[in-house]
């Protein structure tokens, strides 16, 4: 007779890292869409006045139209998604492996999400005090930054910390 397997305990970090990764791909793609909206803004500007995007009273126009929207001739929107990509990258090596470039990539993680947050703030500042409609997308990726912050905190616990354990 075989006795039954004891549940795995609960792998926060592990979690975490799922989650970080997740939430840094849906960065990826949010980014990528703002920034064909950008291009599609730039090189064809009678298709739409808001940008392709509207929710409600929510338009993404005034935000791809401010000049804070270009960094270094590229649409900040693009660097954003290489940022996101970063984030995956380390996400996933830490979804793999725990120690991941010898116990680095969680304190990488955590300084790249803090800049991340740190600079969703700036531009949520922005946002809200000069442009007359926030881009819902932009909203979007400010949550993302939020959520990235959450797992880079947790995910940086101690590796000699045990595991929650439920049961």
Not at 100 to 107: D, P
Not at 131 to 148: E, F, H
């Amino acid at each position: 007779m075989t006795t039954p397997l004891a549940p795995a305990p609960f792998d926060l970090r592990r979690f975490s890292a799922g989650v970080g990764l997740l939430a840094s791909l849906l960065g990826v793609g949010v980014g990528a869409y703002l920034t064909v909206l950008k291009f599609k803004m730039v090189y064809t500007p009678c298709l739409s006045p808001t940008g392709g995007c509207q929710f409600g009273s929510l338009t993404c126009g005034a935000a791809l139209e401010s000049s804070v929207s270009i960094l270094f001739q590229l649409p900040i929107s693009l660097w954003g998604s290489a940022f996101y990509l970063a984030t995956a990258v380390l996400s996933a090596s830490l979804l793999v492996r725990r120690d991941s470039f010898q116990g680095t990539a969680a304190h990488v993680l955590l300084l790249f999400a803090g800049l991340g947050v740190f600079v969703s703030g700036a531009l949520a500042a922005y946002t809200a005090f000069v442009l007359p409609s926030p881009c819902p997308y932009c909203l979007a990726l400010y949550a993302v930054s939020g959520l990235l912050l959450w797992t880079a905190w947790t995910i940086r616990r101690p590796a000699s910390a045990r595991p929650i354990t439920y049961g």
